[in-house]
């Protein structure tokens, strides 16, 4: 059973719960469109290199939800940008496999583009050779598909 911290308007945040489980979809939605808007994806160049995730913002209260939504990582700053402070949330190596393999389908074509090459198909649950509408990738195109060939 999972747990969560009430908000106003019975409005529920769960912490370490899947996207397929039952919770309120507008946080869901939130979720995954800020990090599809304003995420990050890279490889730590470490060896073996490993991917990591980030946001930066100016407002410490979004990514401070963000977290606590999430369950994971961590908020460093304020790192000063241009007179302004700037905090990034960021995971990486294992805990962040199970966060994009959650977001991947939600995602827009081209975070989906860079969850690809960053984690490979493999770790997405991605099967070679399939069909998803809407992946712009430069690879094998059939009308607005493409064949995901890594």
């Given at each position: 059973m999972s747990t969560?911290?009430?908000?106003?308007?019975?409005?529920?945040i769960y912490h370490n719960i899947g996207m397929d489980d039952a919770y309120n979809s507008f946080?869901?939605?939130?979720?995954?469109?800020?990090?599809?808007?304003r995420g990050c994806m890279f490889v730590h160049k470490g060896?073996?290199?490993y991917p990591g995730l980030s946001i930066k913002s100016g407002d410490l209260d979004v990514l401070t939800r963000f977290y606590n939504?999430?369950?994971?990582?961590?908020?460093r700053g304020p790192?000063?940008?241009?007179?302004k402070p700037n905090w990034t949330w960021s995971v990486?190596?294992?805990?962040?496999?199970?966060?994009?393999?959650q977001?991947?389908?939600?995602l827009g074509s081209r975070q989906r583009t860079n969850a690809l090459r960053v984690f490979g198909s493999?770790?997405?649950?991605?099967?070679?050779?399939?069909?998803?509408?809407?992946l712009e990738l430069t690879h094998k195109q059939k009308g607005d598909r493409i064949e995901v060939l890594t």
């Open positions: 969560g911290t009430p908000l106003p308007n019975n409005v529920l946080v869901a939605g939130w979720v995954v469109g800020l990090f599809d808007g060896n073996p290199p939504i999430i369950g994971t990582g961590s908020i790192r000063i940008e241009k007179g990486s190596g294992r805990k962040s496999y199970p966060i994009i393999k977001f991947f389908l939600s493999d770790a997405l649950g991605v099967m070679t050779g399939e069909w998803y509408p809407g």
